[in-house]
C-alpha cells in the first residue's frame, strides 16, 4: 500500500511546487507589470509631508475659439507629466530593464484642472504610460477647457487683452499635489478672427501659477464689415448736400440713408460682441452715426420748407400770412375799383387800363420771384452753413472714436475667481 502511495504523493508535490517555480523564474516585462498591477496602487503615493511633487515638464497651449457674446475662451493643454512612486520600483538585478509599460486605470494617475473653467475634460493621452525602476512615472493629458474671461472689448474691433488660465492640482490643507511646471509651448496661434499672441507662465501671491495668454482681434474682418459701412454712410450723406434743396430728392435720398443704417444695425445686431466690465464702444458708436443722420435729415426738410415757404412756422405765422395776403388781395381790388372810377371819371380808354393792370401784374410778379429768390438765397446760405459744421464734426468724430478705439485701454479685474 505505501508502495502504491509513495509515487502519487511525490507527483502531487511536484505538480504544486512547477507553478510556484515557473512563476519565480518569470523575469520579462509582462510579469513585471501584471505584478505591479497585482499591488492594486490606486491611491495617492504618501510621505512624511503629505506634498507629492508632480512635474510638468512640457505644455502645450491651444487657443481654439473665443466667444465675444459670452466672453468664453475654448483651450485645449496638453501636458507631460511625471512624479515619483516609489512603491512602483523593482530591483534590476532581478528585473534586467529600466521601464514597463502600465495600464493607466490600473495605477493612481494625477487629474489637472483649469480653476476658472466653466466646464473641463480631462482625458488621457493614451491608455498607458511609463514607469521606470526608480519609481519614475511618466503620463500624458489633454485638457479641454471652456474659460470663464472676463475679456475687454471696449476698443472692439481693435480688441487685444490677457486673458488668464491657471492650472492646478488637487489640494486640501496642504495635503496633495503640487505642480512644478517647466516649458509652455504655444501651438497654431490663429483661430477665426483672434489670434494668440503670447503664452506665459506667470505667478499669482507667490503660489498660484497661471497661464498668461494675450489675445488680439484681427482687426481687418470686424473694421471691414461693421466701421467700413458706418464711416461710409456718413461720407456719402455729407456729399448729398450737393443735392439741390427744390425737388426734394436729396430729402429722399437722406431718408434712405437712415433707413439703411437702422436696417443695417439690425442685421449685425446678434454678431455685436456682448458686454463686459467695459462695454463694447461700438454701440454708442452706431448711435451717434444715426444721430448724425438723423439731424442731417432734418436739417435738410427745414432749409427745403424755408426755400419754398420763407419760414418755419406752421401755424399762426401762416394764418397771418393768408390774412396778410387775403387783405393784400382786397387791397388790389379795391384800387382796381377806384382806378375804373376814376377812368370812368376821367372817361380814360380802355386801353390805358388794361395797361395798367398788365404793370401791377408784372409788378407783383418781379416783386414774388424776388421774395422767392431771396427765400432761396437764405435756405441756401443755412444748407451751406450746417454742411460746413457737419463736415467739421463728423470728420473730427470718425478721427476721435477710431484714435479712441485703437489706444484707449479699459481695465479688466480677470481674478476674480479666486478669492484673495
Request: net charge negative; proline share 6%.
Given at each position: 500500500m505505501l508502495e502504491f502511495l509513495t509515487p502519487s504523493i511525490v507527483k502531487v508535490v511536484f505538480l504544486l511546487c512547477v507553478p510556484t517555480v515557473g512563476r519565480a523564474l518569470c523575469t520579462s516585462r509582462r510579469c513585471l507589470s501584471n505584478k505591479l498591477i497585482d499591488e492594486n496602487l490606486l491611491s495617492q503615493p504618501q510621505n512624511q509631508s503629505c506634498i507629492n511633487e508632480i512635474r510638468v515638464p512640457l505644455l502645450e497651449y491651444t487657443t481654439l475659439a473665443v466667444n465675444t457674446k459670452d466672453l468664453h475662451l475654448k483651450i485645449l493643454l496638453r501636458a507631460l507629466i511625471e512624479w515619483e512612486d516609489p512603491e512602483l520600483s523593482w530591483d534590476t538585478s532581478v528585473y534586467t530593464f529600466d521601464e514597463v509599460i502600465l495600464p493607466v486605470d490600473k495605477i493612481w494617475?494625477?487629474?489637472?484642472?483649469?480653476?476658472?473653467?466653466?466646464?473641463?475634460?480631462?482625458?488621457?493621452?493614451?491608455?498607458?504610460?511609463?514607469?521606470?525602476?526608480?519609481?519614475?512615472?511618466?503620463?500624458s493629458l489633454t485638457i479641454n477647457a471652456v474659460v470663464n474671461c472676463e475679456?475687454?472689448?471696449?476698443?472692439?474691433?481693435?480688441?487685444?487683452?490677457?486673458?488668464?488660465?491657471?492650472?492646478?492640482?488637487w489640494s486640501y490643507d496642504?495635503?496633495?499635489?503640487?505642480?512644478?511646471?517647466?516649458?509652455?509651448?504655444?501651438?497654431n496661434t490663429g483661430h477665426g478672427d483672434w489670434q494668440t499672441m503670447n503664452a506665459e507662465f506667470q505667478k499669482k501671491g507667490g503660489k498660484r501659477n497661471y497661464i498668461q495668454v494675450e489675445l488680439e482681434l484681427k482687426s481687418d474682418s470686424p473694421f471691414l464689415t461693421l466701421m467700413l459701412p458706418s464711416y461710409l454712410l456718413i461720407f456719402v450723406d455729407m456729399v448729398s448736400f450737393v443735392l439741390p434743396l427744390r425737388g426734394g430728392e436729396r430729402n429722399s435720398f437722406k431718408v434712405t440713408l437712415v433707413l439703411s443704417l437702422?436696417?443695417?444695425?439690425?442685421?449685425l445686431n446678434n454678431k455685436l460682441p456682448g458686454d463686459s466690465e467695459c462695454s463694447p464702444i461700438i454701440r454708442p458708436h452706431f448711435c451717434v452715426c444715426l444721430i448724425f443722420l438723423i439731424m442731417s435729415m432734418l436739417v435738410s426738410m427745414l432749409t427745403t420748407r424755408?426755400?419754398?415757404?420763407?419760414?418755419?412756422d406752421f401755424c399762426c405765422w401762416s394764418i397771418r400770412s393768408a390774412r396778410k395776403i387775403t387783405g393784400n388781395k382786397e387791397e388790389m381790388?379795391?384800387?382796381?375799383?377806384k382806378t375804373d372810377i376814376s377812368t370812368i371819371q376821367l372817361n380814360a380808354t380802355e386801353k390805358t387800363q388794361i395797361l395798367r393792370k398788365v404793370a401791377?401784374?408784372?409788378?407783383?410778379?418781379?416783386?414774388?420771384k424776388a421774395e422767392k429768390e431771396r427765400q432761396h438765397n437764405f435756405a441756401n446760405l443755412l444748407d451751406k452753413t450746417f454742411f460746413w459744421i457737419y463736415f467739421i464734426a463728423g470728420i473730427g468724430y470718425?478721427?476721435?472714436i477710431t484714435v479712441i478705439m485703437a489706444k484707449y485701454k479699459c481695465n479688466v479685474n480677470h481674478f476674480g475667481f479666486w478669492n484673495d
Open positions: 494617475t494625477p487629474e489637472l484642472r483649469v480653476t476658472n473653467a466653466i466646464t473641463s475634460t480631462v482625458q488621457p493621452a493614451s491608455g498607458n504610460l511609463l514607469v521606470y525602476s526608480n519609481g519614475t512615472v511618466k503620463h475679456i475687454n472689448l471696449f476698443n472692439y474691433p481693435f480688441a487685444y487683452d490677457v486673458c488668464p488660465v491657471p492650472v492646478q492640482a496642504g495635503c496633495g499635489p503640487v505642480l512644478t511646471f517647466g516649458k509652455l509651448k504655444l501651438v437702422i436696417l443695417y444695425i439690425n442685421i424755408i426755400s419754398q415757404e420763407g419760414h418755419l381790388k379795391d384800387e382796381e375799383t401791377k401784374f408784372l409788378e407783383a410778379h418781379n416783386t414774388n470718425l478721427v476721435i
